[in-house]
């Protein structure tokens, strides 16, 4: 039976006036699983007026830290009992596997534990000034928190963001994905059941171009905090700038991979698949660029081509699938149009390249995993995001070149170094220009580092300590101890 979604507004579920809905897809089979309602500007609009009222009444922002932990420690609870279910609708709607999506719908969980605990410790700074002045500096929540999700993880980024902005006092409007509300839908049904005041957390569903636009543009929002591709970023960039909020934005990437020749071959071809192939390579940090050493150069594409191809693609909800499905016919065209493009160019492709039409998966939108090597820095494969499973792998002679061709992008989200030289993989990923990094590792990272990147992707941090200050204010209180005139105009 097809689900029938709707909005979440001041407490209640609601249908939009709007009565065209979107069809929500499996992408393993495209099949209908959902219908899904889409906002209007009007209601956008008067979403964004409920929360800020509720903001202003204080029926949340003025609890204490520990009542506000106490209610997030609940809805940890929830998600921790509904992981089974959160699980199988992320499958269903996004198409990665049920190991992935398992994952996801932990860390969700536990992304909620943390930010309560954090609430719980010591905060703020006191100065002893000049006379008999004393300076406290608090933290205050910030006001409306418009968050706009992404399609690659549905559930974590509602979450990494939802959880901060609670916990700091604010009063929220999330705005999934248009094609992979559900499991943001059900976050918001746990919410529902615990203790959190209504009107203090809003669902909206619908297109960025509506939804998305008007939270940017909403001078009753104070801050937006958007995940996605670094164009949408730039245009939300511009457009909140009419009452001057506070902008979170973490973008795209082309994270650079360097293995050099000392390094433990087997753990960087077995890491560089991982860094690569894991969420189908619809992960904003992926490392799509494989930096090789030349010494290893041959040897390397050789092991990591053969491992490629022993990749399990499939539906996500086979536990013998390693790699899922791309999202959406949209994105499926795109990524096939990137290994046309890589052809064109000159690259020499590897392995894989093509859509998978056997074993049942002909309905589904599967793509081989693809290698190209023999690439050069100008090609559009190198330069720009496919956020699929494609990746290149290119040759450097030293690390100087290494660097150089690393940094040698508009981006600057992750990047690796894999070497058995701890004192040269130190000195090569402070040369990295970007946020996340690893050394013999990808992708493994936690949810007390703050999450990230340089130049064009992004803006402010995710995730620890970081990530709750995206959500607040910073306020000085100068104290007078001992009042007397200060005599300044005599």
């Given amino acids: 039976m097809t689900k029938e979604l709707k909005q979440y507004i001041n407490g209640q579920w609601v249908e939009s006036s709007d009565p065209k809905k979107l069809n929500i897809i499996n992408p393993a089979t495209q099949e209908v699983i959902a219908r899904a309602a889409k906002a209007t500007k009007e209601e956008t609009v008067e979403t964004i007026k409920i929360a800020k009222r509720t903001f202003e009444s204080g029926v ?150 509506v939804v998305g636009q008007t939270i940017a543009e909403s001078d009753d929002v104070d801050v937006v905090s958007f995940t996605g591709s670094t164009g949408v970023g730039r245009h939300i960039m511009q457009a909140a700038t009419g009452n001057m909020k506070k902008v979170s934005l973490e973008l795209g990437g082309k994270s650079p991979n360097i293995i050099f020749d000392d390094a433990d071959l087997e753990t960087a071809v077995d890491y560089s698949l991982f860094g690569i192939f894991m969420g189908s390579g619809q992960v904003c940090s992926s490392g799509s660029r494989i930096l090789v050493q030349e010494g290893i150069y041959d040897e390397f594409v050789e092991k990591y081509v053969e491992k490629a191809k022993g990749i399990r693609v499939g539906p996500g909800n086979d536990n013998q699938s390693q790699m899922g499905a791309i999202v959406s016919e949209k994105h499926f065209e795109s990524i096939l149009d990137y290994i046309r493009i890589g052809k064109e160019e000159g690259a020499n492709l590897a392995q894989g390249g093509n859509r998978i039409k056997k074993d049942g998966l002909e309905k589904g939108f599967f793509i081989e995993p693809t290698v190209f090597t023999h690439v050069t820095s100008d090609m559009r494969i190198v330069r720009e995001e496919i956020f699929g499973p494609v990746v290149t792998i290119q040759k450097f002679k030293n690390e100087e070149e290494a660097i150089k061709i690393a940094n040698d992008t508009e981006f600057g989200l992750a990047g690796a170094v894999f070497s058995t030289d701890q004192n040269k993989a130190l000195r090569v990923i402070k040369k990295v220009r970007a946020g996340i990094t690893w050394v013999n590792a990808y992708h493994l990272t936690n949810i007390q580092a703050p999450w990230g990147g340089y130049k064009q992707s992004g803006i402010g941090r995710s995730l620890g300590t970081y990530g709750l200050g995206e959500y607040q204010e910073t306020k000085q209180i100068n104290i007078n101890l001992s009042p007397k005139p200060i005599h300044w105009f005599e």
Avoid: C, H
């Fill in 60 to 209: 949340w922002s003025d609890r204490s830290p520990q009542e506000r932990a106490a209610v997030l420690l609940q809805i940890a609870d929830k998600l921790q009992e509904n992981i089974d279910e959160l699980t199988e609708l992320e499958v269903q709607n996004n198409g990665k596997t049920r190991r992935e999506a398992r994952s996801d719908a932990e860390e969700a969980a536990n992304t909620f534990s943390y930010y309560a605990g954090l609430l719980n410790m010591p905060n703020g700074q006191t100065y002893e000034a000049s006379g008999d002045m004393q300076t406290l500096i608090v933290k205050e929540p910030i006001g409306v928190a418009g968050l706009i999700v992404p399609w690659n993880f549905p559930l974590l980024m509602s979450v990494w963001k939802i959880a901060p902005a609670l916990a700091a006092g604010n009063s929220i409007l999330l705005k999934p994905a248009e094609i992979t509300p559900m499991t943001a839908v059900k976050v918001f049904e746990l919410i529902d059941e615990s203790d959190l005041p209504k009107g203090v957390a809003n669902l909206l569903m619908g297109s960025g171009s």
